[in-house]
């Protein structure tokens, strides 16, 4: 039978990868060829993402995955969301992308609000109200003046296939991110992008995951060493859609997508517009073959990742694995926050607005690193329970187990708590479920795996190491927990 050979770029927050995934009917196996950090640069006081040299990163690894392959039958891009380039009538790139991350966009979202509602917005979009969603970035930048100048937008993976292939479009699932998106009909939501003072011409047509974009250009891969040719596949684009493809679920599964941050919820056939899913801050972003990713936006390892980096400046060596073993012998919820507080969002010294949030809210202050480890693991897996029980009621659904993928699947720490904290089995794994949910969705529009969803799940769970964490006997520490970070 048929097998295929594909090069996943999945460029997260933090961090790109390029991975040859072998696909067929019983295989599914990944080798990374290259892996890059994405380090954002701050210029005249906007925070941008480096685009040229994640580009050249991308090409360095397409030649890797090109080396080790052979021959590769296509490649397909995903990464965070939100985020996009602005190119000219003649399809050059206008400015430097900006990260979503940056103050631009602050005091936006508010006056859009007001004036269109949030009820409007919400009941098409379905999309939880994050500042930084492109809807307001774009709405920053008509003020900035440079949008007058712009012919398209284009999301970052699809920037990089346009680079890549010459093709204009935008890939669904990472455009229903913008909030611009009518998610029940998968269409831009025209009335609404009027209303916000946005060009309905910059915004390129959509296409769903599976679609071949084209091929790579000659021109595109000058003097790189990579062959051009290559079909470039669309895959579930944003980094989340493809990783929840990549989720060995079943019925009754809830997930937690655990990188930069953890996203956490249920996959539906269908959006939940209502007033009280509203009010939760869920989201109904779109997902591959017609499904809903129906969940909410938690801080994630962001706080973690923040802390290292504060500590790091400060010449601390700061080693993850040791901080994790030394937050697993101290005492849980000791001291526990709010990880969504918006100002943890933009970059900085967590440790120090972590511990001024504790001290304002009563909250023994956590001194030493270790300490901190453990008030940010403890507040995650506090967040997760509250955002499960919740997804669970507004949906109606019965949750039996609790999947892990991403980076923080590697946690054990982080996994058993979630593990307590929502009082479920928690299955961690696989580790790069964005990268397998690309190859995956590439390997299928190949024919070389055919099925659904439920079946390209069962080939991840069939050849991927899982690991199980059963829940410590309930106990109402969490529950307690959780009063003391809610309220007010
Ligand atoms: C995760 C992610 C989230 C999105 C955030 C910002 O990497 O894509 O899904 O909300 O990054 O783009």
């Known amino acids: 039978t048929a097998l295929a050979t ?70 397909g891009i995903d990464s965070w969301a939100v985020d996009y380039g602005l190119l000219d009538a003649s399809g050059r790139l206008l400015g430097n992308p900006v990260h979503y991350r940056d103050s631009r966009t602050s005091g936006v979202m508010a006056d859009v609000l007001s004036d269109v509602g949030a009820e409007r917005v919400y ?12 809807a307001y970035q774009l709405v920053a930048e008509r003020r900035g003046g440079l949008l007058e100048q712009a012919d398209q937008v ?17 890939e669904v699932t990472n455009a229903s991110t913008s909030q611009l998106l009518d998610v029940t009909r998968r269409a831009w939501d025209d009335e609404l992008v009027a209303r916000l003072g946005i060009r309905r011409s910059l915004l390129p047509d959509l296409v769903e995951p599976g679609t071949l974009l084209g091929e790579v250009t000659s021109d595109a891969v000058a003097g790189t060493g990579v062959e051009p040719g290559m079909p470039v596949v669309a895959v579930g684009s944003h980094d989340t859609a493809s990783a929840v493809v990549g989720v060995p679920m079943g019925a009754g599964a809830a997930y937690v997508s655990c990188g930069t941050w953890s996203l956490v919820g249920l996959e539906l056939d269908g959006p939940v517009l ?46 993850l694995g040791a901080l994790l073993d030394e937050a697993a012998r101290l005492p849980r919820l000791r ?83 979630a593990a307590d904290a929502v009082g479920l089995p928690v299955v961690a794994g696989p580790v790069e479920a964005s990268v397998i949910g690309n ?12 099925g659904d969803l439920a079946a390209l799940r069962a080939l991840v769970a069939r050849t991927q190491p899982l690991q199980r964490y059963e829940p410590a006997p309930p106990t109402v520490v969490w529950a307690d927990a959780e009063r003391r970070v809610r309220s007010s």
């Open 274 to 319: 209502t007033g009280a899913s509203r009010e939760a801050g869920f989201t109904n972003e779109l997902g591959v073959d017609g499904t809903v990713r129906y969940l909410r936006n938690v801080m994630g390892l962001w706080l973690l990742q923040e802390s290292l980096r504060t500590w790091r400046l400060d010449g601390h060596v700061a080693d």
């Open 335 to 417: 001291s526990v926050v709010d990880p969504d507080d918006p100002r943890f969002l933009p970059p900085g010294d967590m440790p120090a607005r972590i511990r001024a949030l504790c001290q304002e809210r009563g909250e023994p202050v956590p001194r030493t690193p270790a300490e901190l480890v453990r008030c940010i693991v403890d507040s995650l897996a506090l967040a997760y329970r509250r955002t499960v029980h919740e997804a669970a009621a507004l949906t109606g659904t019965e949750v039996r187990v609790l999947h892990v993928v991403g980076g923080g699947s590697q946690n054990a720490l982080l996994c058993q708590a």
């Open 154 to 170: 284009l999301l970052v993976p699809d920037l990089f296939g346009y680079w890549l292939t010459g093709a204009t479009v935008a």
């Open 6 to 75: 594909v090069a996943a770029v999945d460029l997260g927050a933090s961090s790109g990868r390029v991975v040859v995934g072998a696909v067929g009917a019983d295989q599914l196996q990944l080798s990374e060829v290259h892996r890059f950090a994405n380090e954002p640069v701050r210029v005249a006081g906007t925070l941008h993402w480096d685009v040229l040299s994640l580009h050249r990163s991308m090409l360095h690894g397409l030649r890797q995955a090109q080396q080790t392959a052979g021959r590769l039958d296509s490649a």
């Open 123 to 134: 009941s098409s979009t379905g999309i939880q109200f994050l500042p930084f969603n492109t």
């Open 439 to 450: 190859a995956l969705v590439q390997a299928r529009a190949l024919g070389a795996v055919g």
